[in-house]
């Protein structure tokens, strides 16, 4: 019953002319494209300063590295890059065979097998000379995540950091 009062009520209204139609979809398109294109503009002006700052920050660590290098007594510290860090970096898929993997797994393990060794002998990581360049990185200043990358990159816990 309602359907049909319904139906008569919209019988009785005009339709909407077609130049209206075709102005409001010209209309909706235009401001559609011009949303796009600021959009698009703000995101690439976003993404260039985020690139600069990167590229700011990959340099000062470079300095800071190169300062650290001259530093005398630094020159002996070595690190060793384990693959359990290596791997936990990556976010790709890795295809690997089982072999493999039993392979990584007891590398791994001897791996953190030498890291529970070495840290049952330095009782600090401020004595620690593996760490002395990050802790002196952290009092001239250096963005800890630009560190925190840096310690991952060369195989070192950087949770010790704090």
Known sequence: MYN?????YLMQVPAIQQKRTVAFLNQFVVHTVQFLNH???????????????IQQIETTLNILDAKLSSI????????EVSSANM?????????QATTD?????????????????V??????????????????????GVPVMAIRNKMIFEGLNPDLLE
């Open 4 to 8: 049909l009062i319904f139906l008569y």
């Open 39 to 53: 959009f698009s503009t703000v995101c690439e002006e976003k993404l260039s300063a985020l690139s600069l700052r």
């Open 72 to 79: 005398p007594g630094l020159e002996d510290v070595k690190f």
């Open 87 to 95: 791997n936990s970096v990556t976010n790709g898929p890795v295809a």
């Open 101 to 117: 993997q039993q392979t990584q797994n007891n590398i791994c393990e001897e791996g953190l097998q030498k890291m529970e060794v």
């Open 119 to 140: 840290t049952e002998n330095v009782r600090t990581v401020a004595k620690d000379p593996r760490y002395a360049r990050y802790l002196k990185m952290v009092q001239v």
